[in-house]
């Protein structure tokens, strides 16, 4: 059974940073493509940034430049370093995992698995 865990969400000020982390379990996580989506309140869920397990990645434009990505795949573990933060990152922010190769991962629907998410709250 696959289970993502994401942790470090908290409250911030602005300008501050965050490090995200999203755990895996029960998945071949070298070869797992993972990607960061966020959902504010009455919005969408949209994506953040992403990584193919070849270590390509994929940003938002909101946040690139911002919010690098990472994998350590010794300890199955994703992450999400939040710099620069402004009061508009503030979401709900998921992991997801899919282990198809040639996926769109900006896509959300390609995604098959989800963790439960964790709040990042920006304040001015």
């Known amino acids: 059974q696959v289970h993502l865990v994401e942790s470090g969400g908290g409250l911030v000020q602005a300008g501050g940073s965050l490090r995200l982390s999203c755990a895996a379990s029960?998945?071949?996580?070298?070869?797992?493509?993972i990607g960061w989506f966020r959902q504010a309140p009455g919005k969408e869920r949209e994506f953040v940034a992403a990584?193919?397990?070849?270590?390509?990645?994929y940003y938002a434009e909101s946040v690139k430049g911002r919010f690098p990505i990472s994998r350590d795949n010794a300890k199955n573990t994703v992450y999400l370093q939040m710099d620069s933060l402004k009061p508009e990152d503030t979401a709900v922010y998921f992991c997801?995992?899919?282990?198809?190769?040639?996926?769109?991962?900006?896509?959300?629907?390609?995604?098959?698995?989800w963790g439960q998410g964790t709040q990042v709250t920006v304040s001015s």
């Open positions: 029960g998945l071949t996580f070298s070869r797992t493509n």
């Open positions: 990584m193919r397990w070849t270590g390509d990645t």
């Open positions: 997801a995992a899919d282990g198809n190769s040639y996926s769109d991962l900006r896509n959300r629907a390609v995604y098959d698995w």
